[in-house]
């Protein structure tokens, strides 16, 4: 033994092996410290303190039990410290005690350490619940909103709509014009359509109306309207029938003369 601050006869080591069973480095050290406080073989020997290292003989491995060097010194330990080293089954073992100040600094340090880290967990905890209420905030307006969002969507989906139809009947040359004779005359040529006919292309003109048809067949069937050829083909190929809407005449009225 070699103190620092003390002669060697003062304090008297003795030393014991302690295995602790396989588990995680602290829990080892742990159990280890419990082993060498509750069956220490130098409890009952009187005269001075009992002081109780317990030093890791080998490294920590998974699944693996733990070997630990447990030295008790019976006396007093100097107020300067010591430090010896001791032999355990043939391994040195260096033993450092420190000082009564250098403890109380350690304690001191180990303190300020604490209250760091319960101060950043403080902070954590803190910062993670404003995130939370922040997070919360935002799913209550955003569920006041969805009723709006939805109205606005429905509505931008009838604009949408509306824009659409408003091209086709541009498209189709009938805005401002009478739609539902357009659909009748739409129906009439859906329902009374030859199938041997190929028609190409509808056209609408107040109430007039011509179709585009490839080759020479009749475009409808006999009997449903009254088709006119027109007598020059629109395009090589092509020939245009066209219906006339009967026109109201205007009576003329006559006076009697006397």
Known sequence: MNALNAQPGEIKPFTRVITTPPAFPWDQEKAA?????????MAGMSGGGLTIVVKRLKPWRPKESGRFAAVYLKGNVPPQGLSFTVDVQGQPIKVEIA?????????????????AIVVVVLSLVLQIGLVLKRRAEVEDRFAQLQPQIERMTKLNAGLVKTRQNAQ??????????????????????????????????????????????????????????????????????????VYSQPRATTPVSTERVP
């Open 99 to 115: 000082s009564k100040t250098a403890q109380a600094a350690q304690l001191r340090q180990r303190a300020w350490l604490l209250g």
């Open 168 to 241: 086709a009947l541009s498209e189709l040359e009938l805005q401002g014009r009478d739609v539902q004779g357009v659909v009748n005359a739409l129906r009439t040529v859906t329902i009374s359509r030859d199938p041997s006919a190929r028609i190409e292309a509808f056209h609408w003109d107040r109430g007039d109306w011509a179709l585009e048809v490839r080759g020479e067949a009749v475009p409808l069937k006999a009997g449903s309207v009254d088709l006119q050829k027109s007598p020059k083909p629109v395009r090589r190929g092509v020939s245009l029938w």
């Open 33 to 41: 410290q419990l082993d060498a406080r509750h069956t220490s073989p």
